[in-house]
């Protein structure tokens, strides 16, 4: 059974970078028609789709977030890997990472809390 | 990406049947038969209930049903139980300037 868990610092200074990782067990990170993607939620809001990735690297961002953000493959470790710059308040929230189809993921991780702050 | 548009809450008694709508454009739910639907309770992780706009993952009960209707899907829980309260989400594929995914508010399903 797939499942994924998020990795990273829980606390990141304004004007950094915020860098997490998902590690995937149970399954291949290579399955050719499953994205990998992250999704991001700020306390007490909805969901944000952050972009997604195949294992091919092909990328696809939310527009809003796309001058800022990196999303990479790693396939000999078994994990992906979001990268935001220049991070404000308005980027705390939990960050999840999923798995499936490119618009709907059937596998999540539990999520990781990352608070911008100084 | 404008975020889809969901009541805030919504409310039934336990056994009654609840319809939760999402409104969009003709750039998301309108152009494509890709909009699925998640579940989240609190301090957990969404879970996947409907996805390409009727389909129900396996494990998923049969009391989840969705249905789209122009710009509009909609979700529809029907013998409500105190464990469907939750918060549910609607998302649709999109395509802007690239393709992409843009998820509703959400509603905050009650069950007096």
């Known amino acids: 059974q797939l499942q994924l868990q998020e990795s990273g610092p829980g606390l990141v200074k304004p004007s950094e970078t915020l860098s997490l990782t998902c590690t995937v067990s149970g399954g291949s990170i290579s399955s050719g028609s499953y994205y990998w993607g992250w999704i991001r939620q700020p306390p007490g809001k909805g969901l944000e789709w952050i972009g997604s990735?195949?294992?091919?690297?092909?990328?696809y961002y939310n527009p809003s977030l796309k001058s800022r953000v990196t999303i990479s493959v790693d396939t000999s470790k078994i994990q992906f890997s979001l990268k935001l710059d220049s991070v404000t308040a308005a980027d705390t929230a939990v960050y999840y990472c999923?798995?499936?189809?490119?618009?709907?993921?059937?596998?999540w991780g539990q999520g990781t809390l990352v608070t911008v702050s100084s | 990406q404008s975020a889809l548009t969901q009541p805030a809450s919504v409310s039934g008694s336990p056994g009654q049947s609840i319809t939760i709508s999402c409104a969009g454009t003709g750039s998301d739910i309108g152009g494509y038969d890709y909009v699925s639907w998640y579940q989240q309770h609190p301090g957990k992780a969404p879970k996947l209930l409907i996805y390409?706009?009727?389909n129900r993952p396996s494990g998923v009960s049969n009391r989840f049903s969705a249905s789209k209707s122009g710009n509009t899907a909609s979700l529809t829980i029907s013998g409500l139980q105190a464990e469907d309260e939750a918060d549910y989400y609607c998302?649709?594929?999109?395509?802007?300037?690239?393709?992409?995914?843009?998820f509703g508010g959400g509603t905050k399903l009650t069950v007096l």
């Open positions: 999923a798995n499936g189809l490119f618009d709907s993921k059937r596998t």
């Open positions: 990735i195949l294992y091919s690297g092909t990328t």
């Open positions: 998302s649709s594929y999109t395509v802007t300037t690239t393709r992409g995914v843009v």
């Open positions: 390409d706009v009727t």
